[in-house]
C-alpha cells in the first residue's frame, strides 16, 4: 500500500473559492513537503514542515502538520487561475535528506473562471 | 537560486538504445536524485548519490544504472531502453543537512519517448 496518501486525486474549484488537499502517511514523518508542478515542467517547493502544529504561508496558500495522525493539509484561500497545476507532497522519513522524499500522487488543481 | 539544469526537454529513442540523462547542479550539493513520473503512479525514486562516486539505489532501479564522477553532475543511464521506460524524469539536488532535513531542488524534466 502506497506509504503517502493524497486526497483528493483532483478538484475542479470555481475562482474565488477555497479548498484543502490532503496528504497521510503511514509511517512517522521526519519532515513533510509541499511542490507545486505546472503540466511538463519541474517540481516548484512551496513550504516545508516540520513540527507537530506547525502552520506556514505564502501568499494565499497555508500548510499545517498534525504529527498525531500524520497529516498534513494544504489550504488555498481565494484560488485563482495561477493556483492551477498540480500539488505533490513528499515525506522525509529520515534526517539529512540524504535518501530523498517519498511522494504522494499528487492532486490535479483546475480552477474554472 | 539554485538550478539544475536537465540537458534534453524532450528525448525520442529507439528500443535497444543506449540513454544517457544528464543533470547539473550549480549550488554544491551533495545530495542527488533521479526520478520518473508516470500517471497514476506519482513520482518514484529510480538511484540517488550522496557523494561522488557514490550511488544508492531506490524504488525503482531496475532496468538502470547511474554514473557520478564530479560532484555537480548526475547522470541516468538506460543501458537498453524499452518501451516501458517512456515517462518523465526529474532530477533533483539538496544539501547534506546533518540532522536536518534539507528541501530538493528539481530540474525542469526530461519527457523521454522510446518508441
Known amino acids: 500500500s502506497q506509504e503517502l496518501e493524497q486526497s483528493p486525486q483532483s478538484l475542479i474549484v470555481q475562482e474565488g473559492k477555497n479548498l484543502t488537499i490532503n496528504c497521510t502517511s503511514s509511517k512517522t514523518l521526519y519532515g513533510l513537503y509541499w511542490y507545486k508542478q505546472k503540466y511538463g515542467e519541474g517540481l516548484i517547493f512551496l513550504m516545508m514542515l516540520q513540527k507537530g502544529g506547525e502552520e506556514k504561508s505564502h501568499e494565499k496558500i497555508t500548510a499545517k502538520l498534525d504529527e498525531k495522525k500524520q497529516q498534513s493539509s494544504l489550504h488555498i484561500t481565494a484560488s485563482q487561475p495561477s493556483h492551477a497545476g498540480i500539488y505533490l507532497c513528499?515525506?522525509?522519513?529520515?534526517?539529512?535528506?540524504?535518501?530523498?522524499?517519498?511522494f504522494g500522487k499528487g492532486t490535479h488543481l483546475i480552477i474554472q473562471p | 537560486d539554485v538550478k539544475v539544469t536537465q540537458s534534453s526537454r524532450y528525448l525520442v529513442k529507439r528500443t535497444g538504445e543506449k540513454v544517457f540523462l544528464e543533470c547539473v547542479q550549480d549550488?554544491?550539493?551533495?545530495?542527488m536524485f533521479w526520478y520518473r513520473q508516470d500517471p497514476g503512479l506519482g513520482l518514484r525514486l529510480i538511484y540517488f548519490?550522496?557523494?561522488?562516486?557514490?550511488?544508492e539505489k531506490g524504488d525503482i532501479p531496475e532496468g538502470y544504472s547511474v554514473s557520478r564522477e564530479k560532484k555537480e553532475r548526475f547522470s541516468l543511464i538506460l543501458e537498453s531502453a524499452s518501451t516501458n521506460q517512456t515517462s518523465m524524469y526529474l532530477c533533483a539536488s539538496a544539501r547534506q543537512g546533518g540532522r536536518a532535513n534539507e528541501k530538493l531542488f528539481f530540474g525542469s524534466g526530461t519527457q523521454l519517448s522510446v518508441l
Open positions: 513528499g515525506a522525509a522519513y529520515s534526517g539529512g535528506g540524504a535518501d530523498g522524499l517519498t
Open positions: 549550488m554544491d550539493h551533495e545530495n
Open positions: 548519490s550522496y557523494d561522488v562516486k557514490m550511488k
